[in-house]
């Protein structure tokens, strides 16, 4: 039975593992996006600097793509078909590497 549990253990501590990694992921990439434009609002704010022509840049670029890639992370599929994909191209160039003559 200590056999089953400790699988179980290590399928669970993997689970938690990739949900760490997912909404760290979420987090960092909405603290990209939104961080850069709560500065240049505090610092127009403030009177420091003059920046109104940078808002409709965030409001149309960078913000929208935070908004796309939103879903991408919170959709598990697309997150595990991400990793297929880097895993493979790791393999691959691992492959190259031994592959070169030295």
């Not at 990439?29 to 403030?46: G, N, Q, Y």
């Not at 691959?92 to 592959?99: G, H, S, V, W, Y």
Request: charged share 25%.
């Amino acid at each position: 039975k200590n056999v089953s549990n400790n699988v179980g253990n290590k399928e669970m501590q993997k689970r938690n593992q990739k949900l760490q990694r997912k909404i760290s992921l979420i987090i960092l990439t909405d603290f990209c996006c939104w961080i850069p434009l709560i500065l240049i609002c505090v610092l127009h704010f403030t009177r420091v600097l003059e920046l109104p022509k940078l808002y409709p840049f965030f409001s149309t670029l960078i913000l929208p793509i935070n908004s796309v890639i939103n879903p991408l992370l919170y959709d598990t599929t697309v997150g595990d078909l991400l990793s297929k994909i880097c895993a493979r191209t790791r393999r691959k160039l691992n492959a190259e590497e031994t592959d070169k003559p030295t």
